[in-house]
């Protein structure tokens, strides 16, 4: 099943990113703890197939 919503979850202090499925409340991928070093973190997406869209909510 492909996931309708997906919340991404980032723990900065931890060097943590997840990714959740919103309906089934349950995790779709986590990664391995990691050092951001200060560094900024942005968001990318990456969306693609006919019709696909993308809709971002806070």
């Given at each position: 099943?492909?996931?309708?919503?997906?919340?991404?979850?980032?723990?900065?202090?931890?060097?943590?990113?997840?990714?959740?499925?919103?309906?089934e409340k349950?995790?779709?991928?986590?990664?391995?703890?990691?050092?951001?070093r200060g560094?900024?973190?942005?968001?990318?997406f990456l969306?693609?197939?006919?019709?696909?869209?993308?809709?971002?909510?806070?």
């Amino acid at each position: 099943r492909v996931p309708g919503r997906v919340r991404v979850s980032l723990d900065y202090d931890r060097g943590q990113v997840a990714f959740f499925d919103v309906d089934e409340k349950s995790l779709i991928f986590s990664f391995p703890a990691a050092s951001f070093r200060g560094r900024r973190v942005r968001p990318w997406f990456l969306v693609w197939g006919e019709g696909a869209w993308l809709s971002l909510c806070p």
